[in-house]
Every structure is written in C-alpha cells, then in structure tokens.
C-alpha cells in the first residue's frame, strides 16, 4: 500500500498532476487554470493541491474553493481528514457532484450548517458554432466601464450567490476582482444608454477551456432573447482562441438551461456547490 501523503503536492508533482488535469478538461478548468498560470507550488498558486497517493487517481485543490477533482471514498476521507487539520479557508466546495457532495457529508458534521446546497448543476459545454447570431452590441469592458459595470456585477452576485460583496469592504475587494478580469480581457457587456443589460465573465481561463459565470441580463430586459444571444457571442469569442466554452447552471433554473440549450450548450456532467457560512 502506498504511504498517505501528509503535504501538499511540489514541483515534483507537476507532470503527474499535468497528466490528471487532461483527463476531463471541461470539470477540471477552475484549477488547470491557476495550474497553467502559477504552477503547483503553494505560495504562487493561492492554495494547495492534496493527493492521497498518485495526483493522477487522487487530486483536491483547497483554496478560497474546495475543489475535489478525483478520487474514491478513501480519497474523500483523506480529503476531509486534511480539511479538518487545519483551520478552515474556503467559503464553497464545488465540483463534480460525486465528489463535492460526498467530501461535505464528510465535513457536514463539524461546519454544518451549509447556507445552501446546490446539489444538481449541470455541467455544460458548446461543442460547435452557437445555433443563434451573437449581439453585436455585446463587446469587452474595459478600465473606464467599471464604474457602470460594477452595480451590474453586485445585483447578480446577490441574486446567484445570496451573499452582498459589498457587505465587509463596500466591495473594496469585489471590485478589484473585476478590474482584474477586466484587465485579462475577460469581462463582457451589452450597455445600453450607458446602463449594462447584459453581463458575462470569463471566470476560468485554461489552455483548453474557457468557463463562463457571471451571466446575468437587467429584469426588464428579460425575456427579450439578450441573454441567448449575449452568451453566443462570449463563446464565440472564447472559440476564437481555439478553447471551448464552458458553464454550469443551476438545474432550477429553467430559463437559463433553456437559453443554453437553444445556444448550443450540451451538458457533459453534473457538477454541485456547496455554499458554506
């Protein structure tokens, strides 16, 4: 039997975890993105990877998300075993619903309650060319936008998270988040009158996949096909550098899965959040 591993995974690591991040890459895009940009080490990574034994039949990224890629039952305990050695950083577990839902039954009892538990959330992919015409009026936000584009980006964080991001800093540190994305070239909007109606992040970014959060359309502008053909032209933007588009959705909401649909979007797995106070 091989030695449980009892630190986070080092350079030496990097072709196994390489090799792991592969397999899927649409699930695995949250972390080969940090992966492919900081590498494994800890202190440039902005967390940690775990492995039971082998990181490619056993992988778990801890950081301000707990991220569980791969692993058995066995795995989970040691996962959970690990989370509980140490003082708690994330504020979610997320990831293939497996995974995630069986490593929070093993923490459940010690940081439980969950705020919410979001158990079925299709995992979503664009295999071609979107069936409906991108918006044209749908462009890059750029460093003089923020200001506009930060009500926009608040109201949706409070809808789809539940949590106000302005609630600790006045949105100190929500707001350099955006401007960071906006500098990586990963924010979208449709403004119109100078008022976002259509919003759209590139919150992943891997050399395979690009994973879009963050869609949200103005209430009275819903219902009007802005959100369909705002989200086509996103993933076309994100096919236009050779990735595919990616998302998933909360399986409740229906009229987002059926504006996917109609995009093209195809579910390829099941991934569950856990929201965690």
Not at 181 to 197: C, M, P, S, T
Not at 241 to 250: A, K, M, T, W
């Amino acid at each position: 039997m091989l030695t449980r591993r009892r630190q986070p995974l080092q350079t030496s690591d990097a072709l196994a975890v390489a090799r792991a991040l592969v397999v899927d890459p649409i699930a695995a895009c949250m972390v080969a993105a940090r992966v492919e940009s900081y590498g494994i080490e800890p202190r440039w990574l902005g967390g940690q990877l775990w492995s039971a034994d082998d990181p490619e039949f056993s992988l778990c990224f801890s950081g301000a998300n707990l991220i569980p890629l791969i692993g058995t039952d066995a795995d989970l305990d040691y996962f959970a075993e690990t989370v509980l050695s140490r003082p708690r950083e994330c504020s979610s577990i997320v990831g293939p619903a497996p995974l995630a839902l069986g490593l929070w039954e093993r923490l459940a009892e010690v940081w439980g309650p969950a705020r919410d538990v979001r158990r079925v959330q299709p995992l979503m992919a664009l295999p071609a060319a979107p069936n409906v015409p991108d918006d044209p009026a749908v462009r890059l936000v750029t460093g003089d936008d923020l200001d506009a584009y930060f009500p926009a980006a608040v109201e949706m964080f409070n809808s789809e998270i539940g949590v106000d991001p302005c609630a600790l800093d006045n949105g100190r540190a929500y707001r350099q988040r955006l401007a960071g994305l906006i500098d990586g070239q990963r924010v979208f909007a449709r403004f119109d009158d100078g008022r976002v109606v259509f919003k759209a992040e590139i919150g992943a970014l891997s050399h395979a996949v690009g994973q879009i959060q963050g869609v949200w359309v103005a209430p009275e502008h819903r219902a009007m096909g802005l959100g369909r053909a705002g989200t086509a032209a996103v993933a076309s933007a994100i096919r236009a550098h050779g990735r595919i588009p990616s998302l998933y959705v909360n399986d409740f909401n229906l009229s987002a899965r059926r504006a996917y649909e109609a995009v093209g979007f195809e579910q390829v797995s099941t991934f569950a959040t856990v929201l965690i106070d």
